[in-house]
């Protein structure tokens, strides 16, 4: 596996309302998104995340979603959801203080595809607001056949990005 993943983009956010990362194409038939250290510079904000077509982020209201969400203050609720313009990555609220952040790893599927459905597959950890420790094991699609080329990540209500760092891998053939 040494050399199998390779670094297409990086990005790294200090402010600003949106993070978008792209450079996804038919190169690879799987690519990997990893970011860390997401911090929102609002208390209480969701993180969500549309796909990008051309670099534009796609806000049709065609995206669905089914994850479990691992906590440590309450039973483990499935969450779902269809019909929507964005994919969530939380939805506890991300908070500002010292050790609040969002982490996780995506793998993207058939985003270079005109012919299907661009889906990807969520592992996510993050600490919110109230000092919570939770996990997000999903995935979600958007059911609108057409080629995309990324990720555009945004806040809740227009928070803006205190931090973070968006890296795009693809999976060599």
Known sequence: ???SLVLINEVNVTSGATASITGIDSTYDVYKLQFNNVVADTDDKDLNFRFTVSGTADDSANYSYGAF???????FPNRNGTGSTYLPVNISGQGTNTGESCNGIMYAFNHANAGDFSFVT???VSED???RLMGWQGGGALLEKQAT???EFFWESSANFASGTFRLYGFSK
């Open 122 to 124: 969520m592992e996510i």
């Open 149 to 151: 080329d990324g990720f």
């Open 129 to 131: 607001f109230a000092d």
């Open 1 to 3: 596996m040494s050399g």
């Open 69 to 75: 969400e691992f906590r440590d203050d309450i039973s």
